[in-house]
């Protein structure tokens, strides 16, 4: 009797259990038909994917996952123009169009097409310097105007065929338009200015390069732009001393300004009449009177909070900068007129976290007592820096832990010994060791302490001998390994095995060949190659990576290559190549068995 009614009780057990892991499939059941019924649900899960290999992988899940990874983008980079007809059918929403990366030229029609297809474009960006787009024009222009009234950015780099009217164009007829970058468009003169100048919500304007624009033309940026915020100004041989007494004077709200010029120094000082900068870049072909202009632009502006300097300053202006401005942040100086005697002022910058003294000569004191001062910078560089002891490295290092970016490229006088002290910084991510004494030992021992480095450079480090070492930083995205001679096939092998997530790799005058890079076809994220200089590389290897990895799309390649079947076929996949001249550019491929391939 007890033995059925215990028999009796197990039953009611097993259907008790049934009945709850029943609930709960029906639970997960339901859970998953709102989860994909409720494509704004998805939408939202996707906001947390950060990378774009993480969305592309969330796309390949069913329609539901793709419709929602398509409808949280943003921003479009096109690569080629063949595929702009399906993207616009998929991607219309977009708001950010970038075809600064496509590897074809560009037509009007093209411009018609994408005009008519994104009609919520906020920011547009067309031509880069990788590749000059020959045939754009006013026209294409003219469609965003007609049809994309509520652009705010545009950005236009090396655009040739580009004239007057498709900037008045674009000018007039979107009002809302805030930003201005333009780089190289050699035919834009004081007629794109002037209506550059009338937009009325204008608060950034980027000139770099070459254009028409003449001294007196580039005043109206100053007498218009009233709500200016952010100025920079890059213009080879156009004298910018008008412009700037006219911008000192009708920009009152201007925050950032970077200037690279060709004026004396000494004009620098209008902007002194600013008292809103909060930071400020400048570089000179002419340093006379540049530690004046600087004394007096921050008496003016104490409340700049960086500051960087391509010019040599001197002691007092330095000294000056540091107490008229306490609330400092970025300081970037030539330090090749600099003495130790400004170091302990840096000191007094308890707001600083980002310092650069390149050029540096040190007598072994001042900078071990920047390291005890207490500031923890998060970015240092002492770049071609002279007479740095280990000691001062050392002591560097221990008293700024939290550094994330570290440039000591050229630096002279630490060993081996010194530059194992940076394994004190676990928090960094970009590391720049070019032309330094750092052998395979302080690598290793600095991969001990580093564990999550983003960015290596060890280019002209002779010392280095192994990539075993280099391959102790398991994270490494961005690599330069120019000028190493160690670099070979067989490291090549080992480099893709232990860092597969290598996107960036630089490789100039090294002995690979295209066997060695065919092993980089396991770098599945690997999205840039610069290979000049590479004798035994004819072209098969950038071939197959191109075509294994996904996400490849640039190559900076020697001259020889132009014209070569390896550069078509690139260009075919939808990659940007450069070409950079070397000693064999005028070699013919045949020499080299090409032909054969």
């Known amino acids: ?179 201005w970058r333009l780089e190289d468009c050699g035919s834009l003169g004081d007629e794109a200015l002037e209506a550059i100048a009338g937009c009325r919500e204008l608060q950034e304007i980027s000139l770099k390069g070459e254009f028409k624009f003449t001294s007196s033309g580039l005043v109206v940026i100053g007498e218009k732009c009233a709500g200016l915020v952010k100025l920079e100004l890059q ?56 530690d004046e202009a600087v004394v007096a632009i921050a008496t003016a502006n104490r409340n700049l909070t960086e500051f960087v300097c391509g010019n040599r300053l001197g002691d007092s202006a330095v000294i000056s900068l540091i107490f008229k401005c306490p609330r400092l942040q970025k300081l970037h100086l030539d330090a090749s007129n600099l003495t130790e005697g400004v170091l302990p002022c840096i000191q007094q910058c308890e707001f600083l976290t980002d310092l650069l003294l390149d050029n540096f000569e040190s007598t072994g004191q001042g900078l071990a007592e920047i390291g005890l001062c207490g500031l923890d910078f998060r970015s240092f560089s002492l770049r071609f820096a002279r007479g740095v002891r280990d000691m001062e490295l050392q002591m560097l290092m221990d008293g700024n832990r939290h550094l994330e970016h570290l440039d000591l490229q050229g630096c002279f006088g630490p060993t081996a010994i010194g530059y194992s002290a940076i394994a004190l910084c676990s928090r960094l991510r970009c590391l720049y060791l070019c032309g330094t004494t750092v052998d395979d030992l302080s690598l290793i021992s600095i991969a001990s302490g580093v564990t999550n480095l983003k960015e290596l450079s060890i280019a002209k480090c002779g010392a280095i001998t192994s990539m075993s070492a280099v391959t102790r930083f398991s994270t ?33 005058f090294t002995r690979v060949t295209d066997v060695g890079l065919e092993c ?43 014209g070569s079947r390896a550069a078509d076929i690139l260009q075919q996949l939808c990659c940007t190549v450069r070409f950079e001249m070397d000693e064999t550019a005028l070699v013919p491929f045949g020499l080299f068995g090409f032909e054969g391939w």
């Open 1 to 179: 009797m007890q033995d059925h009614r215990g028999a009796k009780e197990d039953t009611m057990e097993d259907v008790k259990e049934t009945a709850m892991e029943d609930a709960v499939e029906d639970a997960n059941a339901n859970a998953m038909e709102v989860v994909m019924g409720d494509a704004g649900l998805v939408s939202h899960m996707v906001q947390y994917l950060q990378s774009d290999v993480d969305r592309h992988c969330a796309a390949l899940v069913c329609k539901v996952w793709n419709e929602a990874v398509a409808w949280s983008v943003h921003k479009l980079v096109l690569r080629t123009r063949a595929s702009l007809q399906q993207l616009a059918v998929r991607f219309w929403h977009v708001t950010d169009l970038d075809l600064s990366q496509c590897t074809h030229q560009l037509e009007d029609r093209d411009l018609e097409v994408a005009a008519a297809a994104f009609l919520r474009l906020r920011v547009l960006r067309i031509g880069g310097v990788d590749g000059v787009q020959s045939f754009v024009t006013e026209v294409g222009l003219s469609s965003f105007a007609d049809r994309c009234a509520e652009l705010e950015e545009v950005e236009f780099s090396s655009l040739p065929g580009l004239e007057d009217p498709g900037v008045k164009a674009l000018a007039r007829r979107c009002g809302k338009l805030r930003v």
């Open 476 to 508: 490494l995205e961005i690599l330069a390994l120019d000028h190493c001679s160690f670099v070979t096939d067989k490291e090549l092998d080992v480099l893709s095995r232990k860092c597969p997530r290598i996107t960036q790799l630089s490789l100039s």
């Open 520 to 562: 980089l076809s396991k770098c599945q994220m690997l999205r840039s190659l610069r290979i000049p200089h590479c004798k035994g590389v004819l072209g098969p290897g950038l071939i197959t990576i191109a075509k294994a990895c996904g996400w490849f799309q640039h190559a900076v390649v020697s001259h020889r290559f132009r």
């Open 235 to 290: 213009l080879g041989a156009v004298n910018i001393e008008l412009a700037l007494k006219a911008v000192a004077q009708g920009c009152l709200r201007l925050s950032d300004v970077s200037l690279r010029f060709r004026a004396r120094a000494g004009k620098l000082e209008d902007l002194a009449r600013c008292s809103s900068l909060r930071s400020l870049a400048v570089e000179s072909d002419q340093e006379e009177r540049m």
